[in-house]
């Protein structure tokens, strides 16, 4: 009420006191509250993006405070109560509260890294004048005290032949502002350098020296956090040049095999064209023989030798250079249709082409093994990371390092491996069998205008066949055993039919060795012997343990099916099985007749039994081309499935400390 509002009946006017004034306030707004966290911000570009994170190495930094629009009636324990954290627990701050307007606490156990989402739940609150507080969004907020590891990797060797060395940097976490003047190296020069992403870089050296050195300092880059990065391993690879012994030597063991290939073509061409006319009045089965005898043991061992690079030992320079230049004894060659010079695992090279082609490829690679975001378009410029977003670029711990991904996306399912393997078998496999096949056509057509029929000598089908088949094993049991290794179910299935396949042959040579030679079902091997003829002593040990000099003869038991003897002569044919003696009834000039069978007739020998340990040894020998293919077929499956063997020759003096 106002003064002199009244009087009394005195007429004295009214007096206000203290008390006699009311103040009501009214007010419907809302409340509104802010929720913040004392971490350091940053704008960030994440994937074109610009984006607030907010990260820190600090733990006095992992504060949060509530600053409320007006008063509310709520202690400090009721807010607690609200707050929700993922990970860890809050504790409150004391302080000044302004109020009731501002609370604040301290996050309190939580681990070396952890995203932390903390959320208030405002319908709890309430205000002084009633009105309800408005809800707000959620804070998140990544705690990383762990410092940045890196790691380098090479998909080349650690001794390579190559100029240019491709290197893998991997850091553990993604970091900001690493670039190529960072990389320390020693004995080459950088030559190119590639963000692939922010955890990995890509960099092409040029050897110069022998042993090319490759590091990455400490404390030279940091994460989002602010950790600086740890010191990486040192790369050490030797650089060596091809010795020239070792080039020498394939060229001279290619151009004798191609040479005695040549001569062993034209000599059986030539005998089977005359047997086929019937030129020989009394054939032997050593016509068909003789001229693919060396080059069919020679093939096998030239086999032997590339095959033995994968073996867990460290081999000298010279030696490993030359098993792998005549691995065109496998075969195993790039597919006409891939472009570039892409590393094989079983080839064990490095990329020959530039450094700007490597990169292109391996970002192109890449890109599969990294890591995938989720399609989170940011509508506002600089809005913060959803927790999602903060383990997808900040926390993931998946990512393959750049050498292990073009690895293990080019070779780990062995399809390639498969691929190239079989399709060069296929062709040359294909073409010898083709060219069999229009010699024998021709030879058959011969035949038919000649007046004497003879035989197709060692062009009768399937004798050539079983040739390829043998040399072929290694390549399908290294193809095969590269399917099994890559786990796909597909290549599962095929490559374990294949060594189903394989095993199935080598059984058959073994039944077919020993029903047919050992028990004599089959096959014998007859040599001759002179009565009355003296040795010494140490010739007849010689001749009881291992035989007489002069070799015997291999005849098919049952006449009819002669022809079998040439057909399966691959076999067994340069072999001496376990001898039956055929006594010699005749001088010895007409045992030497040149061009003609060793046992000349019937009626000039008679049966007789060899000493048993000549027929042991007889046995033992027969088995000689089962155990080789067995053992070429074994060297092709440890080539597919032990690829880090190969690593003993490379890792002396080239090592990753």
Partial sequence: ???????????????RSQN???????DQRNVFVDLRAHVPEKLLQLRSETRTIQ??????????????????LNSSTEILSSLSISKGTLLPITGENHGNRRFGFMVANISNIAIITISFDANS???????????????TFLYDSQRTAVRLSTTCRMRTREDNIPISIKFMKPVFGFNSSLITISGGRLQSFHEISRS??????QADDDVVSVSVPENVTGDVAGNKNLASNVLRVRHYTIPVISSVMSI?????????????????MSTASLQSVGAFSRPSSSLSSNPTRILFRSACHIQIFALSRWLPVTLPVEYYEFARSIEWSIPYFSLPWETGHVQPVMMGSSPTGTSNSFLSRTYDRIISCSFQLNKIAAA??????????????????????EAECISDGLHSNGWRNFDRSMFWLAVIGGSLILLHAFLFFILKYKKRDSEKQGSYGALIFPRFEIFLVIVALPCICQAAAALVAGGTPSGVVVGILLLGVVAFLLLSLFLFLSVGITFGKLLQYKEVHREGQQFHWYQELIRVTLGPGKRGQWTWKNEANSVYLTMFGPLFEDLRGPPKYMVSQISGSNLSRQGGPIIASDDETEDAEAPFIQKLFGILRIYYTMLESARRATLGILAAILPCSEEAFHKEKGTVS
Avoid: W
């Fill in 380 to 401: 506002v410029y600089g809005s913060p990371l959803t927790p999602v977003e903060y383990r997808s670029f900040f926390e993931s711990q998946s990512i393959i390092p």
């Fill in 20 to 26: 006699s004034s009311f103040y009501v306030h009214y």
């Fill in 1 to 15: 009420m106002d003064t002199n509002f009244c009087t009394d009946a005195a007429g004295n006017p009214f007096a």
């Fill in 125 to 139: 609150t309430i205000s002084r004048q009633g009105t309800p507080v408005s809800p707000v969004a959620p804070v």
């Fill in 55 to 72: 990260a820190t190495n600090n733990y006095n930094n992992l504060k949060v405070y509530l600053y409320f629009s007006a008063p509310i």
């Fill in 252 to 268: 001279f063991v290619t151009a004798i095999f191609l040479l005695t290939c040549f001569t062993a073509g034209l000599l059986t």
């Fill in 200 to 205: 990995i870089y890509a960099a092409a050296i």
